[in-house]
């Protein structure tokens, strides 16, 4: 029988509530966007503060959705305020580099010009320039994981599909 002072929850055996969502793994997430041009070269940036290239994109915050982290990341980082597009990759990675695993979501940005990448302006002191590489030069700019990962959403977008990754190589 439970009295005014006793829990359902305190029975022998079950958790809160709170203990239990307090129990749960904690995954890092990421959103970036696939711009490209008529030809499917990709859209890179590159940061002030590392030496690899990279997406437009970065951490998901807490309480953020990754398509809105994605659009805020766009419009911070290249001064852009399209919408991003449909989702391309859902990619899980393994913990790596002290960072812990995480779940990484490229969305399409879609075509743009050589004029467009002309009058972006860059997040202050973050982004140094952007331009459009080839995959075969983006793999000598970024991190393997991240070619990899582009090769699959340029694939995705071929194929008017979303796809699966681990570790940036197509599972689904």
Known sequence: MTTSNS???SAVGVLPVE??????????MAAGVLFRDSTDRVLLVQPS????????GGAVEEDEAPWTAATREVCEE???DRPVGRLLVVDYVRPQDSRPEGVIFVFDGGLLTE???ATMTFA???ILTAGFHTMAE???KVKPLLADRLEAALDAVRLGVTVMCEQGNRVA
């Open 19 to 28: 203990q239990y969502v307090a129990g749960l793994a904690r995954k890092r």
């Open 115 to 117: 004029d467009d990448v």
């Open 7 to 9: 829990s359902p929850w």
């Open 138 to 140: 983006a793999r000598g």
């Open 124 to 126: 202050e002191s973050e």
């Open 49 to 56: 503060y590392k030496p690899n290239c990279e997406i437009p």
């Open 78 to 80: 290249i001064g852009s």
